[in-house]
Structures are given as C-alpha cells and as structure tokens.
Nanobody, 119 residues
C-alpha cells in the first residue's frame, strides 16, 4: 500500500503563486509516475500535470506556461509550482501516483488539498 500526503494548498489572490507538495510512503514499491489532478465544483476531474521517474512531463492545456511540476526521486516527492493563479484554478488538487509493486502497476490517490484563488 502507498500513502500520499499532500500539503501547500490554501487561499491566494489572483496573480499570486502557490506550491503544492506530495510525499509517497509505503514499502516495496517503485514510483513510475506522479502528478496532480484537480476537480472544481460541478466539473469533471482534469489533468494538471504529471512527471515520470525519468523526468518526462505532461501538462493540462489550461496550466501550460504557468505551472511547473518537478520531483525528488530520492524523497518520492512531487512538487507543483503554480504561478499567475487565476480564479478558474480554484479546485481540489489531488496527488496521483502510479507505482510498480508486487509485480503489478497500481494507481494511488491522495485525499486532496483545496486551492482557492480569489479574484
């Protein structure tokens, strides 16, 4: 089992920045991909950004150029630097992790952290 603990959410004014962190813990697993998804009220969950163990990134179209994802493989931690935040970025941001464990690939999710951007 893998546990994901997120931190860094909160309330921020439009145009400002926030940084989210997510740490994966557990035993006997290899992280393949980590990242963030978000879900705003009344909307479907959408991709924010993911990063593979060798650094390949993928961003949702609405955050390209404003958000940057990075990771520390040794600490099994992923970061999301969010700049130039907009009101439409308001959502619950959930950490995602795809791991290889016990000869299978598995997905795990964090509980989510609220990001609220005031206009």
């Amino acid at each position: 089992q893998v546990q994901l603990v997120e931190s860094g959410g909160g309330l921020v004014q439009s145009g400002r920045s926030l940084r989210l962190s997510c740490v994966a813990s557990g035993s006997s697993f290899s992280v393949i991909r980590m990242g963030w998804y978000r879900q705003a009220p009344g909307k479907e969950r959408e991709l924010v950004a993911t990063i593979t163990s060798n650094g390949i990134t993928n961003y949702g179209s609405s955050v390209k150029g404003r958000f940057t994802i990075s990771r520390d493989n040794a600490r099994k931690t992923v970061y999301l630097q969010m700049n130039k935040l907009k009101a439409e970025d308001t959502a619950v941001y959930s950490c995602y992790c795809n791991v290889f464990s016990s000869l299978t690939f598995r997905d795990f999710w964090g509980q989510g952290t609220q990001v609220t951007v005031s206009s």
